[in-house]
């Protein structure tokens, strides 16, 4: 099973290979494309590897972000996966989860979910030139 990560990365060096291509694609961090949580260890090298391969290009109030504006959402996850997983602790909280939007080489679009019944998207964060999605969402859904 291939982790989303490696997918976004694979396919952002294949359209850099294309000669710019652009490709969307979106990475679940701390948890595999079937739904299922990872562990804390893969999901910190998840994290890892989308902050030194992507661009963050993500803007609240009309500044651009650094990675380091999202090291508390990333420990949050991270702290879940290791009480979850590891521990084997029963929690009655969905495990948080963040969802990076990848264009190009450059991170347009993070959201962060949690939630108790049901998730919640707590942050929604763009990027000024992120595309419209609804059409990328639409074919991925299929």
């Known amino acids: 099973m291939f ?20 490709m969307i694609r979106r990475v679940i961090l701390g ?12 999901t910190a090298h998840q994290i890892s590897k989308i ?24 420990k949050c996850i991270l702290k ?7 521990q084997g602790l029963l929690m009655a909280s969905r495990p948080p989860f963040a969802v990076a939007t990848i264009e190009g080489n450059k991170v347009v679009r993070f959201e962060f979910y949690q939630g108790h019944d ?8 763009k990027s000024p030139d992120c595309p419209d999605l609804e059409p990328f969402l639409r074919q991925e859904m299929r």
């Open 31 to 42: 948890a595999w494309r079937n739904g299922f949580v990872m562990d804390s260890f893969r």
């Open 118 to 125: 049901t998730y919640e998207l707590v942050y929604d964060l």
């Open 80 to 86: 879940d996966r290791e009480m979850r997983v590891e």
């Open 51 to 74: 902050q030194k391969r992507f661009e963050c290009a993500v803007q609240h109030n009309g500044k651009t972000l650094t990675w380091d504006a999202f090291q508390s959402l990333f």
């Open 3 to 22: 982790s989303t990560t490696r997918m976004a990365i694979r396919y952002a060096k294949n359209a850099e290979q294309r000669g710019g291509e652009t």
